[in-house]
């Protein structure tokens, strides 16, 4: 089933080597040839080894699903996210061990997650007695976006653990997608409370873990290291920059239609302002906005029990007509046959 990926970051290098470093050594020890998932795609194991390294979306996306297709069905994700450390996040983990609380680490791994090299955008928000850390990959391949949530929640658990204590756990993590074959590695790896055939992929975390002081505290050497992160953050591309700004803020208001001039807003800028700062990269807000519609509708898709017609208002299209003809598309088929493909494959 092939799709055309409007998203103009698709090419660009700045996926960590970190990540398929990992899956390369997580499908060795399941019997598979690492060289094989790399073959053809502009990059070795050896490239992989090199913190400085950086590889497309589009290289990260043909290695995942090569990995994908040789272990299929078995929580790869999964695997690959409980076998990170902080040191995989380079420079940002780092910054995240010598945080005062979770709370302070938590605000310094949203604002510069970026830097980090990963596949999927979070965010997190306090309410009332619970946080809630949402995950989304944006590329709209759904066996890559199941395969990216497992990872970030696997990863963020030991994380967790590396951070607060080996205690720390969430109340709860769901999932957009159904429950697969495998529930008993969800179980394993993130506890007994994981549900799926959520509307978000989410951890749910008790509030009380914010102010947890953590134990490799040091001020002096935290300020010195997120001065270093701050210049490597502004070292990426402010193109990148701007298209997720502008994607966040339309993902926000998605089922409300994410109109420009509520988008131009949200970003404290005119419709105007904002349409002249995309013309400068070579993008168009119009552009954009498919793009989050294309990535949300294929992460609801993979719930079968999500009817067609919920996804409709859910991705901002005022008709099933509509939203029928713009799926057409982006894949060839309608919504109903490409779920048929997608659970049959």
């Not at 995240?96 to 310094?108: G, H, I, N, V």
Request: aromatic fraction near 6%.
């Amino acid at each position: 089933m092939n799709v055309k990926v409007q998203d103009p970051t698709f090419e660009l290098a700045l996926v960590s080597p970190f990540l398929l470093q990992t899956l390369a050594e997580v499908a060795q020890n399941k019997g598979v040839d690492p060289e094989i998932l790399c073959r053809g795609l502009g990059f070795t194991l050896e490239d992989l080894q090199d913190p400085a390294q950086r590889i497309s979306y589009r290289q990260a996306v043909a290695m995942i699903q090569r990995a994908l297709k040789v272990l299929p069905n078995q929580g790869l994700g999964l695997w690959v996210g409980a076998q990170n450390v902080l040191g995989t996040l380079g420079l940002l983990g780092h910054v995240l061990s010598l945080c005062k609380t979770l709370r302070d680490a938590f605000a310094l791994g949203i604002r510069h997650q970026h830097t980090s090299g990963g596949i999927v955008v979070s965010s997190v928000d306090v309410v009332g007695a619970q946080v809630h850390l949402d995950a989304e990959c944006r590329l709209p391949f759904a066996d890559v976006q199941v395969f990216a949530v497992e990872e970030f929640f696997a990863s963020l658990l030991v994380y967790g653990r590396a951070l607060a204590g080996a205690d720390f756990k969430p109340i709860a993590v769901e999932f957009v997608h159904a429950a697969p074959d495998y529930l008993s590695e969800y179980h394993r790896l993130l506890g007994p409370e994981v549900r799926f055939g959520c509307l978000h992929n989410r951890m749910l975390i008790d509030v009380q873990w914010l102010d947890v002081n953590l134990p490799n505290h040091h001020s002096l050497a935290l300020r010195q290291a997120v001065a270093l992160l701050e210049l490597e953050a502004a070292q990426v591309h402010q193109k990148l920059d701007l298209i997720q700004a502008v994607e966040r803020a339309i993902a926000r208001d998605l089922s409300r239609g994410s109109h420009i001039e509520k988008i131009a807003g949200d970003l404290n800028m005119s419709s105007r302002t904002l349409r002249r700062r995309l013309t400068e990269h070579a993008l168009t807000f119009e552009a954009l906005l498919e793009q989050v519609r294309q990535a949300r509708t294929m992460s609801l898709l993979a719930n079968p029990d999500m009817p067609i017609e919920r996804i409709t208002e859910e991705v901002g299209y005022s008709d099933v007509r509509s939203f029928r003809r713009a799926f057409k598309r982006w894949t060839g088929l309608s919504p109903s046959a490409w779920r048929h493909e997608s659970t049959t494959a």
